[in-house]
């Protein structure tokens, strides 16, 4: 249970940074605000917390191992999570947040050779450097807080999660021209429509 706790704190914490590093390069690179929350409510990309969480789970033990070690695994790794998120997203959704098909020696455009060696750099960085300090900034928490923190966090998680799908469901019923059919549904219409999904899925909502 305690390595529960402790990864989802990384998954909220890197979950967190990856939204405002997306916000930021957003600002350099294209001078306008994108909202790439993974959720409707609060400052949550999942993707840099999935990767946070399965870059842990797969450099742990090799950690105090060579940078060339732990790179090979970061490369294959990270790939092989790419892809598979890529699906997902495609999957679920009906369309992925990025397309690699330009790029040099790519597969089915989900994945590349140019962000695969960027995975294995990513793997050294954070096994070596980022974790560690993580790691030292949640043993600074009360115990009994620690656990009651991420509880809490969880279930309002959960819970985003779930009113995040009924936002999407809705909207698509409302791009059909389907009328709501209470207030609930006409408060989502004002607020999460397809406008907002669309800036929130970084123009690939459909």
């Not at 400052?43 to 990767?51: M, S, T, V």
Request: net charge positive; proline share 2%.
């Amino acid at each position: 249970m305690k390595k529960f706790y402790k990864l989802m704190y990384i998954f909220i914490i890197s979950s967190i940074c990856g939204y405002f590093i997306e916000f930021i390069w957003s600002l350099i690179t294209k001078g306008i605000f994108i909202n790439h929350s993974a959720v409707v409510i609060g400052p949550f990309n999942f993707a840099y917390g999935i990767c946070a969480v399965a870059l842990t789970v797969l450099l742990y033990k090799f950690r105090n191992d060579s940078f060339l070690k732990i790179f090979l695994i970061g490369f294959i790794g990270g790939s092989i999570l790419e892809y598979i998120m890529s699906w997902g997203m495609e999957l679920v959704l009906g369309f992925t947040a990025w397309d690699y098909s330009n790029m040099f020696l790519n597969i089915n455009g989900r994945i590349c050779l140019l962000f695969s060696i960027f995975w294995g750099g990513l793997g050294i960085l954070w096994i070596k450097i980022i974790y560690p300090q993580i790691d030292k900034l949640l043993k600074k928490i009360n115990p009994q807080m620690y656990k009651i923190i991420v509880i809490c966090l969880t279930i309002f998680l959960v819970f985003d999660i779930i009113f995040t799908i009924s936002c999407v469901m809705r909207a698509r019923e409302a791009d059909k021209g389907i009328q709501p059919n209470n207030s609930y549904e006409r408060l989502l219409d004002k607020t999460f429509n397809s406008k907002y999904l669309k800036n929130m899925f970084n123009n690939n909502w459909k």
